[in-house]
């Protein structure tokens, strides 16, 4: 019991008796610290913005006839923080509703293939053209969420295209093996040192906070992909070598595969 808390009470029992009863609340406690950190860490990200924006409200107010440039200018930067809110409470709430359903997992054939080119397409939108990006599709129809794991291997390659420098390469594969179809995403862009690795799918982790957020990111894209594979009963392998790029790996279970 040496690494665990644990609390006694002492209960009347018959014939001037007592029973002593201990709980483990060490489970407990660790959840709570996690929620009093996920709190603090989402307040934190959101004041960042409110105080951008509150103070360019403060400006306009004291200086009703700035010039139209000027004027439109911090209009933007307001925007662009409201922007960011909106993606970190979007980003928030996924985690929170895919948490609040552990055991329900609503599950639908999907389409591969179709799936994955929309993806292509999306990460053609976002690259416009400043990365080369390819798709090998070679792996069967699987049983899961769509919506789940869409919203995963999105993450996975828009992550790909932020942290991959102008010109850079991005190959999206998607696979079947004896161990289970296999989805890959391989960049040669910043890398990620060794010892970051293990963190990377904690809430609000990164690496480089300023490129994070310059790159428009939440801090919890792969939390959100961990909990999408916990579900899907997958496993995600990363591989990263700094100044020469990732490979993101999602390793699937055989019997996800619909039987043709
Ligand atoms: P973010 O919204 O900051 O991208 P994520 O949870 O998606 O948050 O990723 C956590 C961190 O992992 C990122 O901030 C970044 O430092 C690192 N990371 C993720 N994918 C890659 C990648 N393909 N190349 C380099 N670093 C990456």
Redo the contacts with the bound molecule.
């Keep these: 019991f040496r690494d665990r808390k644990l609390i006694a009470h002492i209960i009347p029992f018959e014939n001037r008796r007592q029973i002593l009863v201990t709980h483990d609340v060490t489970e407990s406690e660790r959840i709570d610290m996690m929620r009093r950190d996920f709190i603090a860490n989402a307040s934190h990200e959101l004041r960042t913005p409110l105080t951008v924006i509150n103070g360019f409200l403060e400006i306009a107010s004291l200086q009703p006839d700035l010039d139209i440039p000027t004027r439109n200018a911090h209009l933007k930067l307001m925007s662009e923080q409201g922007e960011r809110m909106q993606r970190l409470v979007e980003d928030m709430l996924t985690l929170t509703r895919l948490e609040s359903m552990d055991h329900l997992l609503r599950t639908e054939s999907i389409n591969m293939r179709g799936l994955l080119e929309q993806i292509l397409q999306e990460a053609h939108a976002l690259s416009a053209g400043r990365h080369k990006i390819t798709l090998d599709c070679q792996g069967p129809d699987i049983r899961g969420s769509t919506d789940e794991i869409r919203s995963a291997l999105t ?1 996975l390659v828009t ?2 295209i ?2 991959t420098p102008e010109h850079g390469e991005i190959q999206i594969q998607w696979c079947n093996a004896p161990q289970g179809p296999k989805f890959l995403v391989i ?1 040669n ?4 040192s060794p010892e970051h690795i293990s963190r ?1 799918t904690e809430r609000f ?4 906070k300023s490129r ?1 957020r310059e790159t428009q ?7 959100i992909v961990k909990h999408v594979l916990l579900r899907h009963n997958a496993n995600l392998f990363i591989d ?1 070598v700094p100044d020469q790029g ?1 490979k ?1 790996a999602v390793q699937f279970p055989p019997a996800i595969v619909i039987d043709a």
């Design positions: 993450n992550n790909a932020r942290y960049d862009g910043i890398g990620i990377l982790y990164r690496v480089d994070s990111g939440t801090g919890l894209g792969l939390a990263s990732s993101f």
